[in-house]
């Protein structure tokens, strides 16, 4: 896995639900949110034109695991990394944790494609942006 | 004002906080449900091609006044009609009910757009549509 | 599998994202509401009172697989159905179609709970619950 | 109006919609977050404890102008300052700039309430609360 980078979130009150805890679709908001930030932190955006074509990582599947709650204005430290590369798609971790205690862990598999308007295609992932995802 | 049109909805779980009760900001996202509602029930859809434009309705301004929460499973009748159209623009109004009492009254202002590759561009609402949203 | 239980849900704007397709987080709170609706037409409420208990079922964990995106004001057809009932525990498998065509593909676990002012507390699934829930 | 208190948010994926922008209904999630960093701001929760009461602050009305659409990734400042402190309520203002561009206004009023059993009660705002929030 590539050194995990960790974006820090504060749990919002209009995530909470009625059982006084963040409702758990948040956590696929919040994986997404990190893998964005992870792109950044690369110098991407998950939005790129690459030689004049629309990138975007539309995701194949998510899963995720609830061990502890999180609740309203939680500082949680969700810690994302790369688990695998493959020639067209990306496998994600990420944990959830408030200090120090994991909260949950998820993953997403997310597809290179070029949006046009004859809809998605799936490329291989091109190497200037593969090298800078995952530098190893 | 148009005889207004009822859309009926029923508070689901995701959209409830901690105080147990329907957060505000979903009576935003209602609204706007039940406009796109009163466009289907005249044949149209928010989003229409139109002379080759592809037309949008965005809102230069909302507001809602609360008096009575909602709450996870309440089946909400929310009445939507137009209160008045300009040359460009549609002003809404939508009252939420439950059960014949009054939860909240909200407004909207939207605009008729063209969305093109150099953004949005208002217009004057075409006369076929108008002729529709409005017959009287 | 229990016979499944169809829910049916028309794709809003405001679920709509940049890519012009359906968040994917919106699944997860469609299959919610797919399994609320299914406890409904048993005759209760995801959330009950039983012998003075406040009842609830937190989700353990959660996945989804998506193959076809799904578009603003499609009519999704959510089919949902117990795949196994545990003494504690519930898993459901969600199926979104439109049109007879498969778009997505949906786990869940979720854990019959007490809720109290000392948290959450698993409980095995009440007789009379377990029977209404899955007749077989 | 107070000093205004500026806090800083960047427009995620999952808050856009199919027309490339942010959607609206994130501007009033977007005003409360800053509403409720303005309480953490000077050493208070929107969730308080006060002599064994809950307090809360639900809204009685709030209302948006939009003049220029937030995008994808933008980092906005989210200004919000307090123009009116009433015996039981707050009036709120609250601005949306992106590299000092105005994107939006908000308005916000909230009332001081004890949440119990019972529902919810207006109170007086508590003279150590009030002056926390108001120190003018």
Request: include cysteine.
């Amino acid at each position: 896995m590539t050194d995990p980078f960790t974006y820090s979130r504060r749990v919002q009150f209009s995530e909470t639900d009625m059982a006084g805890i963040a409702h758990f679709a948040n956590f696929f908001r919040w994986m997404e949110e990190a893998e964005h930030a992870y792109f950044r932190s690369v110098g991407l955006s998950v939005r790129t034109e690459y030689q004049e074509m629309e990138i975007g990582w539309p995701r194949v599947s998510t899963s995720c695991e609830f061990f502890v709650p999180a609740r309203f204005e939680d500082q949680l430290q969700i810690s994302v990394g790369i688990v695998k590369m493959g020639e067209k798609s990306i496998s994600w971790e990420i944990t959830f944790s408030r200090d120090g205690t994991r909260l949950a862990v998820g993953k997403a598999t997310t597809v290179c494609c070029i949006w046009s308007n004859k809809g998605l295609e799936s490329i291989p992932i091109p190497a200037e942006i593969r090298l800078k995802l995952n530098p190893a």
